[in-house]
């Protein structure tokens, strides 16, 4: 249900007693199952619902029976603030509003994704940049291994038996791995023959 819901939210919930509609959020137990997930209803039958979460790109490949309902999401809670979960016509709205803000996302990076590889196979702009782009290396106390920061925001990582960084998307657009330090001896060079 991301990014309606995250990790750690506490979620309250009215009892399954009142009518559910398309648009509300709602936890029940998987069919066959005793994992208990929070979708939208995108449509009801009767007693089916046909659920999907805000985050999914297709609808669950089961049926809700209203017998697995536990509860209609009201409200979540996350960092001591209490926000109202929207059901019904407003809940329909976000759940479309949210699909369609995917697909645009991954219609754009499907048009953008060749421009993405030519820049960082020719290292266009990442030769430059590295030098002048602001950015901090620190080391990971449980692998031993390192973490690179750029901008805040995880960029990389180096196992401790690796001389290798593995950069995260899009830093390597504007970070050459080539150009940062790994620790432990320093180049070697190559042996005088004679």
Not at 7 to 15: F, G, R, T
Not at 58 to 81: A, C, K
């Amino acid at each position: 249900m991301n990014p309606t819901f995250t990790d750690l939210d506490l979620l309250a919930y009215d009892s399954p007693g009142g009518p559910v509609h398309p648009g509300d959020v709602i936890a029940f137990r998987r069919p066959h199952g005793d994992r208990v997930i929070v979708h939208r209803v995108v449509s009801t039958d009767g007693t089916a619902m046909r659920t999907q979460g805000d985050g999914n790109v297709l609808p669950d490949p089961f049926v809700v029976e209203r017998s697995s309902v536990i509860g209609v999401i009201r409200s979540r809670q996350r960092n001591r603030t209490t926000v109202p979960v929207h059901g019904g016509r407003r809940g329909l709205a976000r759940f479309r509003y949210l699909g369609e803000r995917q697909r645009a996302i991954r219609l754009c990076v499907r048009l953008t994704a060749p421009w993405y590889r030519l820049l960082v196979r020719h290292r266009l702009i990442s030769r430059f940049s590295t030098g002048f782009v602001s950015w901090e290396i620190r080391t990971d106390t449980r692998t031993g291994g390192d973490r690179l920061w750029c901008f805040g925001r995880l960029a990389g990582v180096r196992s401790p038996d690796s001389p290798r960084w593995r950069l995260v998307a899009p830093f390597p657009v504007v970070i050459d791995e080539r150009y940062l330090p790994v620790p432990g001896p320093g180049p070697r060079l190559p042996a005088d023959e004679g």
